[in-house]
């Protein structure tokens, strides 16, 4: 019997396979110009913890991150979404600054399958206090790097339609599950 963890990486490895099967994505993965990231959240009211997770893209590259943080269950997933924007362009960081300069993207891509982003994003004023609280640290995190990295056009998107057939997309997803436990 495969243990958890063997099954895991068969999937993983599905999952990047059907990535480079789909032009659309295997042109992302193959794109020394661009970085994806494709971030995604998991929780629910029953825990006080969720999963972040990232499926980050670039020049032949991919890599997933995920971390378990605490969180507090508010009605609906938003607040989750953010959180996992935010740790997301927080990768986005730590990856171009292991980019030599000369070798960097022109243009880094996040994609969340939260509809309303642009949105909340835009917004001044906020339903709830908690989602002005983050939606401010994701524009502090987003112009940080836009500034230490000036050649570098930061982008935060709609997944939209393309997220039931993307693979990418899946793994973030997966991980994020994984990290908490289901």
Same mark, same amino acid.
């Given at each position: 019997?495969?243990? $958890? ?60 991150? $995920? ?16 959180? $996992? ?34 949105q909340l994003l835009s917004s001044i004023h906020h339903s709830k206090p908690i989602y002005e609280e983050i939606g401010n640290r ?45």
């Amino acid at each position: 019997m495969e243990n $958890a963890t063997t099954l895991y990486e068969k999937k993983h490895q599905s999952l990047i396979n059907r990535a480079y099967a789909s032009p659309s994505l295997r042109q992302n993965i193959l794109n020394a110009g661009m970085i994806c990231l494709y971030c995604d959240f998991s929780g629910h009211d029953e825990h006080n913890f969720c999963g972040l997770a990232c499926c980050f893209v670039h020049n032949k590259t991919i890599k997933v991150y $995920a971390k378990k943080v605490p969180f507090e269950y508010i009605g609906n997933s938003v607040y989750g979404e953010l959180l $996992a924007i935010l740790y997301s362009l927080e990768i986005l960081g730590e990856e171009l600054r292991d980019v030599l300069s000369d070798h960097r993207p022109k243009i880094a891509l996040l994609y969340t399958d939260y509809s309303r982003i642009a949105q909340l994003l835009s917004s001044i004023h906020h339903s709830k206090p908690i989602y002005e609280e983050i939606g401010n640290r994701i524009a502090i995190t987003h112009n940080d790097l836009e500034i230490r990295y000036p050649g570098v056009e930061v982008r935060v998107k709609y997944i939209s339609k393309h997220k039931k057939n993307n693979a990418l997309h899946k793994m973030a997803h997966i991980a994020a599950r994984k990290t908490i436990g289901k």
